[in-house]
């Protein structure tokens, strides 16, 4: 049992060394980011980001500001590769 166990773990290790590291040596690592500032309204950041969408951008964060007395302030941040 012990010696099944070992040689299915030996098996398991060699093909993880020869498929597991199949990932393309060619991604974009150059990113362009921007950053959409908007007041929290109703249906306005979702807006924002279908438009960013459109336009070849990925979302990547979202932040808010809150101001006593005022309408949150909403922060996207977008990136696409870039061009």
Not at 5 to 26: D, E, K, M, N
Not at 54 to 80: C, K, M, N, Y
Request: positive net charge; aromatic residues 10%.
């Amino acid at each position: 049992m012990k010696t099944s166990t070992a040689l299915l773990a030996f098996w398991a290790v060699i093909a993880l060394l020869l498929c597991g590291c199949q990932t393309p040596r060619t991604t974009t690592s150059v990113w362009e980011y921007k950053v959409i500032e908007k007041n929290l309204y109703p249906g306005e950041l979702q807006k924002q980001i279908d438009t960013a969408a459109h336009d070849g951008w990925e979302f990547v964060s979202f932040s808010t500001t809150f101001q006593e007395g005022a309408v949150p302030l909403g922060h996207i941040i977008v990136r696409r590769p870039k061009r």
